[in-house]
Nanobody
């Protein structure tokens, strides 16, 4: 299983960024795939999850601002981040899990991770 993120960068508050994750080496349609983030000194937290049926769940702090989607062949997932805030600053990770329950999973439930991409939002 390989996951490769791209698209991080620096932006002023209120701006937008788009992250992409290219997946290979596993049967994506049967997996859940999602986005996590980790800010300095904080625990890694779930941001969004796409289950095997294409349903997307978001953590409360990003609802109405972030949108995640999958490509038609489900080998790429995207996280569109709008109205970014300084508190969104973190390293963002793409991750995959074999099973998902309802809602954004904990990091412990994920079985594969990308290397991460930095997102910095200045005030």
């Amino acid at each position: 299983v390989q996951l490769l993120e791209s698209g991080g960068g620096s932006v002023a508050a209120g701006g937008s960024l788009t992250l992409s994750c290219a997946a290979s080496g596993f049967a994506y349609p049967t997996y859940c795939m999602g986005w996590f983030r980790q800010a300095p000194g904080k625990e890694r937290e779930g941001v969004a999850i796409i289950d095997s049926n294409g349903r997307v769940d978001y953590t409360d702090s990003v609802k109405e601002r972030f949108t995640s989607s999958a490509s038609d062949d489900k080998s790429t997932i995207v996280l569109q981040m709008n109205s970014l805030r300084p508190e969104d600053t973190a390293t963002y990770y793409c991750a995959a899990a074999t099973l998902c329950g309802g809602g954004v999973p904990s990091p412990a439930e994920m079985v594969a991770w990308g290397q991460g991409t930095q997102v910095t939002v200045s005030s």
